[in-house]
Nanobody, 120 residues
């Protein structure tokens, strides 16, 4: 059984910051890398940032230098701190394992996501 709950989204002006949070349950999240993904209207879901259980991180070029992805292994939580937000960051943001759990479980699972809207 896996479950993720994303929170922290909202509306912000360009140049502002947001911190998204994800509470994950299920051993698959505690032993594997975690990631944030986003889906903008009319576009496919895309990878944003990931962090291994050991703390190694990687970022999509679109957010590199503007975002960090801290992780709390004890609480099984991962966050996404986004700064200098741009209009093109507007999307629904999801957390999942990296790669997503479908790689491990054989079925697709995504939480409800959290909406980020950046006004220019």
């Amino acid at each position: 059984q896996v479950r993720v709950v994303e929170s922290g989204g909202g509306s912000v002006q360009a140049g502002g910051s947001l911190r998204l949070s994800c509470a994950a349950s299920g051993s698959i999240f505690s032993i594997n890398a975690m990631g944030w993904y986003r889906q903008a209207p009319g576009k496919q879901r895309e990878f944003v940032a990931g962090i291994s259980s050991g703390g190694s991180t990687n970022y999509a070029d679109s957010v590199k230098g503007r975002s960090t992805i801290p992780r709390d292994n004890v609480k099984n939580q991962v966050s996404l701190q986004m700064n200098s937000l741009k209009h093109e960051d507007t999307a629904v943001y999801y957390c999942n394992s990296d790669p997503p759990v479908s790689r491990y479980l054989g079925y697709d699972y995504w939480g409800q996501g959290t909406q980020v809207t950046v006004s220019s």
